[in-house]
């Protein structure tokens, strides 16, 4: 039952994050440090259905979600799967202040809007590819 | 599951009584190894029984100042703890059922603990 | 020497930067209605702007953070979402203020109808976000802007009586003809305009532009604290000439032309033109600052890339971002409004947004895992809980005020 004076829990065994404390709501950076999103929701393997087993294996954080997640966040509602834009926790190097990845924003599905923007209206009006004297 | 599901839900004992909010989830990376990182497990949930708002942060130990801030937040939130994995029940869309004879631990940490 | 040359860069640039069209309007117009009975008002504001400006650039000194992503982490999405709302709305508000100012100050110089300036000062703003380097924006309006110094030069041209300044100033009192609500409401106003929060999402987007680090707080914390109150006292003489000329007559403040009347009557054309010079680069700087702390706030809230130290093509969406409020409040200005009145409400409005910038910043500069050591000291954070105090009051009354005295009439 619940005791009233709490114990500390158990030590951990390798860095200790809070979902709402660490990791949501915190910038995204590629390998070069240029920023990517920001990770507006996270997505964890999937939780046994009805009781879970006393030995069930926790789950684990499958993926940085971000896109149109964040306006369910905000309001409420569900976003299909479909509609979640990813990034693999296995591209993820370290997580302090900010989240770091290991790879280029270039190749993340994540950066297509900038990419968009980039290409189709940065690009064609003059200078945009110089930089500022 | 995606965790803002998650957050917000209520969370009950065994016997259906209203224990409080989820406020947070713990993980802890320390599962197989990956390239980069390892796999982060989820450890525990943090319940707050009284407040839904967030902690803003004072729920670490080595945030303190300003005191008037902090002595207000941890008032809001005092009879917050902590529930591991092991003591879960179900998760389902309306909130979570903890086992009946769970441990409710204290919910605040200081920075990396490792073992 | 290179050192000393820098500093003094820093506070020249600092000073010049601190007056825009908001503060220009607003202590014109209390200087019209209320003498110097609300220079106290300028006081509090300013040791304001110093605090936060300092605690905001130290944070993104240490930890490389700008304020709007702290914003957002600490508070979440939902109170960020509408801090983010209300903050770019007003920068919106400000900007549109800001390039009608540009364009005003080119008619005072050149009698052409504003609104044929407004397209080429909403393109002149949009060219130098574009091309120009972030330092070189910055050094070129602060400095230009110490032509404003003309309204303490005036000050002292038009001989006024000292003895009865200083008396309106130390023992303020609400003049006949005007009544306590509206007192209040421009005591609002005046703080507002003091503490728009687009100078700290500027001052902390802008340490990270000029990569600053730990050895460059000394630097920053010199700027502002010799800077801004300097800046402030160039507010009080704008407030001062129009005590003494504009008051007496019982002129009102409605356009540039009425905040300039006493540098012209005291210093005739010469006095006018380094006044216009000073109010254009004011504006001209403010106009800059306003846009780029709108690309600032939506990037750093959704995490896109940004900063005026990457080319173009490498901050698409910040770059977008702008180039749509400029538009927009070209489109705004088109509409035939008029740009002194858009500045009057958007300070009032900026004091009503206060609550939600500062009190991430509060919470941020005390956490360790950002700041390290450099945590507030307990002066800072004593001082900046009775700000706390003071801008959740102003936030509160701003409204029922304007309501209640019809918005200063």
Known sequence: MRSHRLTTPPPAAGQVLDAQLSLLDRQVLDRTGVPVTTVDDIEVSDVPEGAIPVDAAPPVITAIVTGPVLATRIFGGRLPESRYIRIPWSDVSSVETVVRLGVDGEALDASWTERWVRDHIIRRIPGGRHDPE | ?115 | MKRLFAVALGILTAIGGFVDIGDLVTNAVVGSRFGLGLVWVVLVGVIGICLFAQMSGRVAAVSGRATFEIIRERLGPRAAVANLGASFLINLMTLTAEVGGIALALQLATSVEPMLWMPLAAFGVWIVVWRAKFSILENVTGLLGLSLIVFAVALFLLKPDWSGLAAQAVTPQVPAGEESPTYWYYAIALFGAAMTPYEVFFFSSGAIEEKWTVKDLSQSRSNVLVGFPLGGLLSIAIAACAAVVLMPRSIDVTSLSQVVLPVAEAGGKVALAFVIVGILAATFGAALETTLSSGYTLAQFFGWSWGKFRRPVKAARFHLTMIICLLLGLGVLFTGVDPILVTEYSVVFSAVALPLTYLPILIISNDPQYMGRHVNGRLTNGLGLVYLGIILVASLAAIPLMIITGAGA
Do not use: C
């Not at chain 2, 005092?78 to 092991?86: E, N």
């Open chain 2, 1 to 115: 599951m995606i965790l803002s599901d998650l957050m917000g839900s209520r969370v009950e004992g065994s016997d259906g009584e209203r224990l409080g909010t989820l406020i947070d989830v713990r993980f802890v990376i320390d599962g197989n190894p990956r390239q980069l990182l390892a796999d982060a497990r989820l450890e525990g949930i943090v319940v707050s029984p009284r407040s839904r708002a967030s902690y803003l942060g004072y729920d670490r130990k080595d945030m303190n100042a300003p005191a008037l801030i902090a002595h207000f937040l941890r008032r809001r939130h005092r009879g917050t703890f902590f529930v591991l994995w092991a003591d879960i029940e179900r998760v389902e869309r309306g909130g979570v059922r903890l086992r009946s004879e769970f441990t409710a631990y204290d919910p605040r940490w200081s920075a990396r603990v490792t073992g």
